[in-house]
């Protein structure tokens, strides 16, 4: 049987370890792995080059993709996935909670992407919030050249980090997903973030999702048999790698359909909700024939 040759960008993470060192066999595809360790970096190359056949993108930045036009579908599985109520902070001697957010600024480094769509949103889920209570900031553009924040979003200077305007009193919360140097001097604003985030995602059914797998639309067409053999060799990598959860514990790497079905209306909703999209997409219209094909 002659092989598919596919070009295929995903991140160095346990998961894909298997998948990486060709641990995992196949006698219907071959894959041209890409030497990439944080998929971010690779991220324009694939909304823009279109380089890649199967590549790992941040669902936001997938549904600003699609709203633009780029034929991408998605796969069932999940990269990488996190709680993001801990993901928003305040100075330590700024008393305040999610809910007297009105009025204040809040920066990030980019509007568009996925862990400050999650915290915009369960803000407004979660502690009566409107989008146009708060003053938005951003630092950077999106990966899609097409997107365009909301006229609403203002500018920060790329040359002021997020902790020093927050510490200089320039902006009074910000939200970041990454490490923090000066963690001593500032706070959550959510109290408690990780039982707050868990009774949410227990009431909502949802996980937050932060980077899923997608492949072309014309790899779907042209190779249905190629897209089912990928997300098996997905799915065994992973579970090569151990990461199953411990009993009663939420998966925040989920595959499959049913189970990322809540997660993924969730984020269409929010995207839509804060202007970043032109409509709600159905969770059909983002897999197309790729749910058949798996199913």
Known sequence: MEKTTLSVMLGSYPKTAALKNAQIASERVALEIAPVDTAQKAFKDVVRGHRF?????????????????????????????????????????????????????????????????????????????????????????????????????????????????????????IIVGGAL?????????????????????????????????????????RHPEAVAEVYRMLVESRRAAGETPAAGERDLQPFGFDALEPSLRKVIDYAFDQQMIRRRFTTDELYGAVRRILK
């Open 53 to 173: 056949d199967v590549a790992e993108l941040a669902i936001v930045t997938y549904l600003l993709a699609v709203d633009a036009g780029h034929r991408y579908l998605l796969l069932p599985f999940v990269m990488n996935g996190n709680f993001h109520h801990k993901s928003i902070y305040a100075r330590a001697d700024d008393a305040f909670g999610p809910d007297q957010l009105k009025g204040k600024r809040v920066a990030m480094r980019s509007f568009s992407q996925t862990t400050p769509t999650w915290v915009r949103g369960i803000l407004c889920d979660e502690y009566g919030l409107q989008m146009s209570d708060v003053q938005w900031w951003s630092q950077e553009g999106a990966h899609v050249a097409e997107y365009q924040d909301p006229p609403w979003v203002q500018a920060l200077d790329k040359a002021t980090g997020l902790e020093q305007a927050l510490l200089s009193g320039q902006v009074d919360a």
């Open 181 to 221: 140097e000066h963690r001593d001097r500032l706070r959550h604003v959510i109290e408690q973030p990780l039982a707050a985030a868990q009774a949410w995602s227990a009431r909502s059914g949802v996980i937050p999702i932060n980077h899923m797998v997608a492949v072309k639309a014309e790899l779907v067409e």
